[in-house]
């Protein structure tokens, strides 16, 4: 980490001021250009004639449709004297930008001052060739940190930044966060890393460890932290505990705290008190808390009612069962070609012709028995409920391998998920050759080279489908993935060819590298490669469900269906935030008249458990009631749900999440609507689902930074005037209520209900 090298290096001053001078927001304009050279970055280069662009938002969402390559970015701005004078730790400021997409080299009057989150000494030469081979940083907020004494900056007067950005594929430039220039303070040298750490379950409890530590190189921290366990709802604290803090410069100690488990939402706070500053370090943490009952030991059937297939095509299905196993299961109403496996649940064999066959599914163990008819419907559409699976992305990225791949299966089995109706287990970017390797991308005569990460993609298929589970894999209409690995373009046979033979079910089709192809940003464009590799999808003896990937560009809702997609992404990537995961969901608005059996809004993957996009994992920085928020929103979009963490790291909290059947049963909800939003006021939303038997699910969101008491108004938000709830989440009675009802909502949190009457 050379950032903090660098960092370190700077002789920190304390100073004992109370007040902060504020942040100076580069609040632009910014300005935009796709030709690459080096001029730009000079100072008195004139950008006049460059388009106007907004940070925080990619360039494809702003209208610069089809984009790979170096762009760059400049905004003047002055940074005011106090920054460096007032500021409680001096010697050096920050600048920070927000997430870039994929690489950036960052210059401040001219002069390179950092590359892709580094910093870099003065002097540094800038490299004016491609910057691809450095390796994306697509999801980490670029911060750099410029010593106060650096001639780089210009105080009280105007400063240019130049930015020089390269885009590898799919949405690209500043596209998180607001850019500002801050001073330092005492946070930016006392370190508490609870974030980072996870709670770890004991007996009737957590135990975490984290560390402090002392980033200055001068700066003797002397002092106390107190850690205070607070009830979520009304601040009342719970317990409090106070240790001396001693960390001379440079140093790391660890901290443990141990606490009992508890049943609502409950904050930690901790705040560290250093002798000769007169503010704290204040930051705040969530205790994980379970919900959801544990599930009966007797059988139970889950998963959705009605499964879509073609005809004439291999079939799998594991009926989903919870509860303890050995269990027995029976079939009543097959059709001939299909026969279940009496140990496992899975019924495997060739779809019958076109028809709607009823089956009867019996299972029954030492506790009990449970049965349930489930539709299969043999005609054009699959998916006719969201998909439900994993995929690599958000937790390995590129580090896939198929060891993690047969680990997350098993997972599936072992953990009960896939007895809650969890089915696909997909392999996102990363099999194939890179593009940039020498070895041959493809086999004489065509067919895709897999790479030594996946020795026999056939075997791994086999082995899914023996555990009853289907396979998912990822390509690009483009020559590269967005990862830079060999796609599909000019194969696409081929590639269909391929994934049929490994017994493939599910394909991700991720446009990256396609603007190097398509010739406008038509419509007619947009949709030329997907048809394309469906017509080739529908060629192969299997049934492929195709997840369009274009991060929502030319409104694919309104034509995702016409080019034979289930479904598609709606937005650009994800990540493990609270302002990227509710950025997105809450944004879910115009799209959902086109949701519905066969064909669904995409609004990306799952942000919980350990995630990392890479081989380094942490657990998600979603706090625990954001992670209920994120999943409840999710059910009521009737999104797909792809689990993107390391399941062989499930804790108790994450199962409890991903295996809640009431909550699951609102994605899964034959209807197929989405829900939309019948109240925006005050950070309070209530969102609202229709579902097939005629009752309505609704989700109260608390988005504000508090716990707040909501009242809801039922007649305003199209409810009937008296009507019971159930808390799904909880499983339980909510109670029945007249005109209003009234709950409280955690900070960022959810109430999950389901009407239970009309
Ligand atoms: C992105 C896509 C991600 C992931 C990645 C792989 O464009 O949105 O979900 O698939 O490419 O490189």
């Given at each position: 980490m050379r950032t903090s090298t660098v960092t370190a290096a700077i002789a920190f001053l304390a100073t004992s001021l109370t007040s902060q001078p504020q942040p100076v927001p580069i609040a632009g304009p910014w300005r935009f250009s796709t030709v690459d050279r080096p001029?730009?970055?000079?100072?008195?280069?004139?950008?006049?004639s460059w388009a106007l662009i907004r940070s925080g938002s990619s360039w494809e969402r702003q209208g610069f449709d089809k984009l790979d390559g170096h762009m760059w970015y400049r905004a003047r701005v002055t940074i005011p004297s106090t920054l460096r004078d007032e500021a409680e730790i001096k010697g050096a400021i920050r600048l920070e930008l927000g997430m870039i997409d994929d690489i950036d080299q960052t210059f401040l009057n001219g002069a390179l001052i950092g590359l892709n989150g580094t910093d870099v000494p003065p002097g540094t030469q800038a490299d004016t060739g491609s910057l691809a081979p450095i390796g994306t940083k697509w999801n980490t907020a670029r911060s750099y940190t410029i010593p106060s004494d650096d001639p780089r900056i210009r105080w009280d007067a105007e400063n240019v930044i130049a930015i020089r950005v390269y885009d590898s594929g799919g949405p690209g430039g500043l596209w998180s966060g607001d850019p500002r220039f801050r001073p330092l303070s005492l946070s930016d040298v006392l370190m508490?890393?609870?974030?980072?750490a996870p709670f770890r379950e004991i007996d009737g409890g957590f135990e975490k460890t984290f560390d402090l530590h002392n980033r200055s190189s001068s700066i003797q921290i002397r002092g106390s932290l107190v850690i205070r366990v607070v009830d979520g709802m009304n601040g009342s604290e719970l317990s409090r505990s106070t240790r001396p803090l001693l960390l001379a410069p440079g140093m790391t100690s660890p901290v443990t705290e141990r606490l009992s488990r508890p049943n609502t939402s409950t904050l930690i706070v901790y705040q560290a008190t250093v002798d000769g500053f007169e503010r704290s370090v204040v930051s705040q943490d969530e205790v994980p808390y379970v919900l959801t009952p544990l599930p009966n030991d007797a059988p139970r059937i889950n998963g959705p009612s009605v499964v879509g297939a073609r005809p004439d095509r291999p079939f799998v299905f594991r009926i989903p069962v919870s509860g303890e196993r050995p269990m027995q299961y029976k079939v009543d109403g097959l059709p001939k070609g299909l026969a279940v496996d009496q140990r496992t649940g899975i019924i495997t064999g060739r779809t019958p012709e076109r028809g709607v066959y009823a089956i009867q599914m019996h299972a029954q163990n030492a506790h009990g028995r449970d049965e349930r008819v489930i539709t299969l419907n043999v005609g054009d559409k699959l998916a006719l409920t969201p998909p439900m699976g994993w995929n690599s992305w958000n937790v390995w990225?590129?580090?896939?391998d198929q060891e993690k791949v047969v680990a997350s299966a098993k997972m599936f089995a072992q953990k009960g998920l896939a007895d809650h109706g969890w089915t696909y287990i997909n392999i996102d970017d990363g099999w194939e050759i890179r593009?940039?390797?020498?070895?041959?991308?493809?086999?004489?005569?065509?067919t895709i080279v897999v790479n030594e990460k996946f020795p026999n993609m056939k075997a791994l298929g086999d082995s899914l489908h023996a555990l009853g589970l289907k396979f998912g894999i990822y390509s690009s209409p483009?020559?590269?993935?967005?990862?830079g690995y060999t796609a599909s373009y000019g194969y696409e046979q081929h590639d269909a060819r391929s994934y049929a033979a490994w017994g493939i079910d599910y394909l991700k089709y991720d446009w990256c590298t396609y603007s190097r192809i398509a010739k406008d940003g038509s419509r007619a464009e947009l949709m030329k490669p997907y048809a394309l590799m469906r017509s080739k999808l529908d060629a192969v003896d299997r049934d492929i469900v195709y997840s369009l990937c274009q991060?929502?560009?030319?409104?694919?809702?309104?034509w995702g269906a016409q080019v034979g997609g289930d479904l598609w992404r709606t937005t650009g990537d994800i990540i493990d935030t609270w302002e990227s995961m509710s950025g997105i969901g809450f944004d879910q608005v115009a799209n959902a008249p086109f949701a519905g059996p066969g064909h669904w809004n995409d609004p990306d993957m799952l942000v919980v458990g350990w995630v990392g996009w890479g081989p380094r994992l942490r657990p998600t920085r979603l706090t625990p009631d954001e992670q209920y928020a994120h999943i409840s929103l999710w059910c009521l979009l009737s999104a797909p749900l792809l689990i993107g963490c390391d399941l062989t790291r499930l804790d108790d909290f994450t199962l409890n999440l991903l295996t809640n059947d009431e909550v699951l049963v609102i994605d899964q909800d034959p209807l197929g609507r989405q829900a939309t939003p019948k109240l925006i006021k005050d950070s309070i939303q209530v969102w609202t689902k229709p579902l097939a038997n005629g009752s309505t699910a609704v989700g109260v969101f608390n988005l504000s930074s508090t716990a707040r008491q909501v009242r809801v108004d039922l007649e305003e938000v199209g409810l009937p005037t008296s009507v019971n709830f159930r808390d799904v989440w909880r499983q339980r009675s909510a109670g029945r209520f007249s005109g209003t009802a009234t709950f409280d909502v955690p900070r960022h949190g959810v109430v999950l209900l389901r009407t239970i009457d009309r």
């Open positions: 001029d730009h970055a000079r100072t008195d280069f004139s950008d006049a508490i890393g609870h974030a980072e990225g590129l580090a896939v593009g940039d390797d020498p070895r041959p991308k493809r086999h004489p005569d065509g483009g020559p590269l993935t967005c990862g991060y929502g560009m030319g409104n694919v809702w309104e």
